[in-house]
């Protein structure tokens, strides 16, 4: 490949909350290369095999469960993309985002001092004011969907417009959706130009990539449109928008990061990754994090460079967390709701 | 103390021990010291050895070192015990069998973590490989037992089992032995592993929990002493190894001319070739699930890595970056991918090869290991072909790695052993996959994944690997006899072949010579001598003297004719049509020939009618013989192909001179291999006759070779042959011993029977127990999704 190998970045442990590529160099993206991604085999059988045995192969117990927990809590993006949202509603949500944990499991566990938040609040443009008013001081980003979202079958103008807009309102970061007819056309000059215009409008917003992979369907399709967000200057790429009847599964994870892997060793620029949809308990918020640390090291277990897109996994696991102090099993309904 | 803001940082995984006390309290039970488990109750314990946790040294139970008398006892209990349970109806049977799969479930995490201990594995792979196996192959057994009679009708039990198995998967072995041997009816003396007998003796526990009449399961401790005694026990019918090829050869040498059924499944070195084409990452983490699974002690262990040149040295980044993410220690923490070796001495011979095989020039890449009796996930590169690390079976977690640069290249380097158990390849082409796999000379064949099993596939090798195959309907064949012919008047020995002129006088019209039929070509024999053949009444003509350098040529031409396994099944029809047809035009001067041998008119009428008929059954099998698609895992076909041997040898019964030779040569090559054939030794002229229909039937050169002389003497150089896949002897029981012995160089599949037990002219002298001795089955695993 005709690219210069770079050293990767090094990057450190953050204090929370952080900024998505918070640590590290912003990828610049690069000029459209399909070689990179158009002979790239996969072979989905042993991607499941992989992802299967994954969760067999590491096991954290007690104070290292909790501390997993405490990890994966701050790496979420407590999101609300729902039809009835209100001002009042994305108030809440960021009262939950600044206090995920109860102060009694935050004091039992030791981490009274500790500033302890989700790692994003993620919601619709015309939500993105209230959220940052509610999250001032916090340090806590506001992310907000944009370009179309969840199908992006919207005039790119308007799409275009839309970030604007919501980098104005006060968006830190933007969770973009692509055209997915690109990807099943293979039409990746389309592709190219369209995210590289996105991210020219994100202006200093950090640009997060969906791909619904669930409409993508193929390994191969999910590699090169990972590819191809990267080279047009993604900070992160994410799985789905929760919308689609697929959402992030452990095979198609797997695909993501070894693309960012490989256009990291290319390039040397580190990109995030965030799964979204479907995950709800505590003990996948471990599975994703072992895959993470697997794959791509420590380093991949910051929110800077891993999120989870999943509110409901944030109950689940603080009622964990609070048997981990008490050593009694927790109900919800002594929990802060989101 | 750590705390969870120090865990914050590290994102460690910390410890996560698995709890040993159940098994630990049943050990303390223990401390006496077992006894060996015969007909059904524990005896007072002998004289002891001690069993040791190979992870951190600790002393686990005593064992009992299993006797020749000890033997003898358990082998009477299962002699005793044998009619009465194979009279069982086949439903009864299967209930016990699916009560010991039940129980073994329901004891699963106890035997999980006792194995561990015994063994030195991973605690993931006792409890999520190792016993689910255990049950499924019971599970599967009991479905076998249920259905013998519909399944098998006409095949009876072989009796006695005797079986040794290995230390690297101790319980699972033992099922896959037990299994199909007490669904069939057959009662077993089994000696586990010295380095790891304890599952076996908790199995033996759930047995009698079960309710498992006593006498059928007999289970034996010691070492190879005690394996040495059960093989040479004479009560016993069957006796199924798993371990070395070294071992492997010794007890062929040992069980020659017993009798005794045998199945071998030995060493391995297997190839797991990546393509450029294949998804490097999934080859990546297929390199893990071949040698970096039961810490390499695993028979079909990918232990060479061949890739294409074109992607090796990105292959090699991918594998380093994966390897140093390996966890080795402690086997019962639930984080641990490499456990312990299980043995001293194990680690000590891995040290061994690893060392030549550096002093030889290769370079080491290692992971890191604690200290103690464990070895770092190793990969070799710089191994040419000649190392020692390319040819031995390591049994550790070392892998070699080697370019190839073309699907030839790649096919000629992983067909460079001696062994063939397994092979893995990894491309997302399918016709070059299913190219390699057909091509590549092992039992089974992983395309895109690796150390995949399943109850419901055979498995087993080709070549020194072994024969007979476990799981599966072909596992089942494996304990299942047809009455074999018997007779009451076993062949003589012929009198030794007589190369001075006889004094039988000149026959009627143009002297006829017969001479041998080697490459397409009749040929004089090396020697220069020629035989007296006698007739009823006097000599009859004079056949080549052939010895073993025309062997040595015969072999040459037979291995030469490969184009003949690779035609399909149609064209080898047509072939072996024709070679009726042309029989059939011959008749009267076949049935002339062998009335001058002396038999009677409408004998020789009706042998070379029967001779006809036989052409035409094998041509009708040639495209019909078919293998199977085993229902196993879900999205994978399991492709049981039958494949021919090879080469075969046949050396034929000195009756029937036409019937002996046409009824073993057909089935052989309708199958697809090519043969070297010693005819009668008494009446050899009637085959010398039909190389004249081989020559017209469009045979193509060197699928029949033809050695006419004396019989023992040529098929001794075919035993002895390394190229010689295959050997089949009919005639006296001496002979067969020797063949049988002389057979264990290369550990080549034998069938020998009395040359004079089988009637050849009737149902005896043809049939599907042909066409299985004269192939092979490859099972060929496609994974599949998208």
Redesign the interface.
Same mark, same amino acid.
């Given at each position: 490949m005709a690219v210069d190998v770079k050293a990767p970045i090094q990057g450190k442990t953050h204090p929370v909350p952080a900024r998505t590529g918070a640590g590290h160099e912003r990828n610049p993206g690069m000029p459209l290369t399909p070689e990179m991604f158009e002979s790239h085999a996969l072979n989905r059988s042993a991607a499941e095999r992989r992802t299967a045995t994954l969760a067999a192969r590491r096991s954290v117990k007690k104070a290292y469960q909790a501390a997993w927990l405490v990890n994966a809590l701050r790496c979420i993006d407590l999101t609300t993309l729902a039809g009835d949202d209100t001002a009042a509603r994305v108030r809440r949500l960021c009262a939950k985002a600044r206090n995920p944990l109860a102060p009694h499991i935050k004091e039992g566990l030791g981490l009274g001092d500790m500033p302890l938040t989700t790692g994003a609040v993620c919601v619709y443009p015309t939500m993105v004011n209230h959220a940052a008013r509610a999250l001032e001081g916090s340090g806590i980003p506001v992310a907000s969907v944009a370009t179309g979202f969840p199908t992006g079958l919207m005039p790119l103008n308007l799409r275009l417009e839309e970030i604007r807009y919501a980098v104005a309102e006060g968006a830190d970061e933007i969770d973009i959706v692509i055209t997915r007819e690109h990807v099943l056309t293979a039409n990746w000059q389309a592709l190219y130009d369209e995210i590289c215009a996105m991210r020219e409008a994100c202006g200093p917003a950090h640009l997060k990539a969906i791909l619904a992979t669930g409409d993508l369907q193929t390994l191969r399709n999910t590699y090169a449109a990972s590819m191809v967000a990267m080279q047009a200057g993604a900070d992160f790429i994410k799985t789905s928008t929760g919308k689609e009847s697929v959402n992030a599964t452990l095979p198609v994870s797997l695909v993501m990061i070894r693309a960012l892997r490989d256009y990291g060793a290319v390039t040397g620029y580190r990109i995030g990754f965030k799964p979204a949809g479907g995950m709800k308990s505590a003990k996948e918020a471990l599975t994703w994090q072992i895959l993470m640390k697997e794959e791509l090291g420590r380093d991949w277990l910051n929110p800077d460079l891993f999120r989870f897109g999943a509110s409901s996994m944030l109950g689940d696991i603080e009622r964990q967390l609070e048997h981990h102090v008490t050593g009694r099993y927790a109900s919800s309904s002594r929990h802060a709701i989101a | 103390m750590? @705390?969870? @803001?120090d865990? =914050?940082?590290?994102? +460690?995984? #910390?410890?996560?021990p698995e709890d040993s006390s159940i098994a630990l309290g049943w050990l303390e039970r223990h401390s006496g010291g077992f006894g060996h488990f015969i007909n059904g109750a524990f005896t007072k314990p002998g004289k002891t050895f001690t069993v040791s946790n190979p992870a951190t040294g600790q002393e686990l139970a005593k064992v009992t070192q299993g006797t020749a008398a000890d033997v003898d006892t358990a082998v009477t209990a299962a002699r005793k015990a044998q009619p009465k349970w194979a009279a069982l109806a086949g439903h009864e049977r299967a209930k016990y069998l699916y009560a010991l799969a039940r129980h073994v479930q329901q004891h699963s995490r106890f035997l999980a973590v006792l194995e561990s201990l015994d063994n030195g594995k991973p605690i993931?792979e006792s409890r +999520?490989i190792d016993i689910p196996l255990v049950a499924r192959h019971l599970y599967h057994h009991a479905g076998w037992a249920e259905l013998l009679e519909d399944e098998f009708p006409g095949a009876e039990p072989i009796g006695v089992c005797g079986q040794v198995i290995p230390w690297n998967f101790p319980l699972l072995m033992l099922a896959w032995k037990i299994a199909p041997a007490l669904a069939a009816g057959n009662t077993v003396v089994l000696k586990p592993a010295e380095y790891t007998p304890l599952t076996a003796l908790a199995f033996a526990e759930i047995a009698v929990e079960c309710g498992l009449p006593k006498g059928v399961l007999n289970i034996v401790t010691g070492d190879g002493e005690t394996g040495a005694a059960i093989v040479a026990h004479d009560g016993i019918d069957k006796i199924a190894f798993t371990g070395s090829t070294e071992v492997g050869r010794l007890i062929r040498r040992q069980t020659a001319g017993s009798g005794k059924s045998l199945t071998l499944e030995l060493g391995g070195k297997s190839p797991f070739v990546v393509f450029a *084409?294949? +998804? =490097? +990452? %999934? %080859?990546v &983490? #297929?390199v893990v699930?071949a040698i970096w699974f039961n810490q390499g002690q695993v028979c079909c262990a990918g232990a060479r890595i061949l890739v294409a040149e074109a992607v090796a040295e990105r292959f090699e980044t991918l594998l380093k970056a994966r390897m140093a993410?390996l966890r080795v220690g402690d086997p019962l923490d639930?984080?641990t *991918?490499i456990g312990a070796i299980v043995h001293p001495v194990q680690l000590d011979r891995i040290r061994d090869l690893v060392g030549q095989g550096v002093a030889q020039g290769a370079v080491l890449h290692q992971g890191t290991a604690p200290e103690g009796c464990f070895y770092p996930p190793t990969l070799a590169t710089g191994v040419e072909p000649a190392s020692i690390l390319a040819t031995e079976e390591i049994f550790g977690p070392v892998v070699t790695l080697t370019p190839f640069r073309t699907p030839a290249d790649a096919l000629s380097l992983a067909n460079n052993t001696r062994y063939g158990l397994a092979a893995s390849i990894w491309s997302?082409n399918v016709n070059l996959c299913l190219d390699i796999a057909s091509k590549i000379k092992a039992g089974v064949i992983w395309i895109?994944?690796t150390n995949v099993f399943d109850a419901g596939a055979g498995f087993g090798g080709y070549r020194e690997s072994g024969f007979g195959r476990e799981g599966g309907r072909e596992g089942m064949g494996a304990y299942l006899a047809h009455p074999a012919p018997r007779t009451k008047k076993p062949e003589a020995a012929p009198p030794a072949p007589d190369a001075t002129p006889h004094t039988g006088g000149q026959a009627q019209g143009i002297d006829r010579t017969a001479k041998l039929y080697i490459a397409g070509k009749q040929t004089r024999p090396d020697s220069g001598y020629s035989y007296t053949v006698q007739g009823g009444k006097a000599a009859v003509g004079l056949a080549g003297l052939g010895n073993r350098k025309d062997i040595r040529n015969a072999v040459e031409a037979a291995n030469k004719a490969t184009g003949w396994g690779k035609a399909n099944g149609h064209n080898r029809a047509q072939v072996l049509y024709y070679l009726g047809e042309n029989l059939s035009a011959r008749a009267p001067e076949f049935e002339e020939r062998l009335r001058s041998f002396g038999a009677g008119k409408g004998a020789a009428a009706e042998e070379v009618a029967t001779a006809i008929r036989r052409c035409f059954w094998y041509a009708a099998q040639a495209d019909k013989f078919d293998g199977a698609v085993h229902q196993t895992k879900s %999205?994978h076909g399991t492709l049981a192909m039958n494949e021919p041997l090879g080469v075969i040898g046949i050396a034929c019964p000195l009756a029937h001179p036409l019937l002996g030779f046409v009824s073993t040569v057909l089935p052989a090559i309708s199958m697809g291999n090519s043969v070297v054939t010693v005819p009668s030794q008494a009446h050899p002229l009637a085959a010398t006759d039909f190389y004249q229909v081989l020559e017209t039937s469009d045979v193509p050169a060197g699928v029949v070779n033809i050695v006419t002389g004396p019989r023992d003497d040529l098929a001794k150089t075919l035993a002895q042959h390394d190229e010689v896949a295959g050997m089949w002897y009919f005639g006296t029981p001496d002979g067969g011993r020797m063949v049988e012995a002389e057979s264990a160089g290369n550990l080549k599949q034998t069938w020998v029977e009395d040359g004079a037990a089988r009637d050849w002219t009737g149902a005896e002298g043809q049939g599907r127990i042909f066409l299985e001795h004269a192939t092979q089955v490859k099972n060929i695993w496609v994974?599949? #999704? &998208?």
């Open positions: - | 750590t @705390t969870i @803001t865990i =914050l940082s590290s994102m +460690d995984y #910390g410890p996560s993931r +999520d *084409d294949a +998804d =490097l +990452d %999934a %080859a &983490e #297929g699930d993410t639930k984080s *991918d997302e895109n994944c %999205a994974p599949y #999704g &998208e």
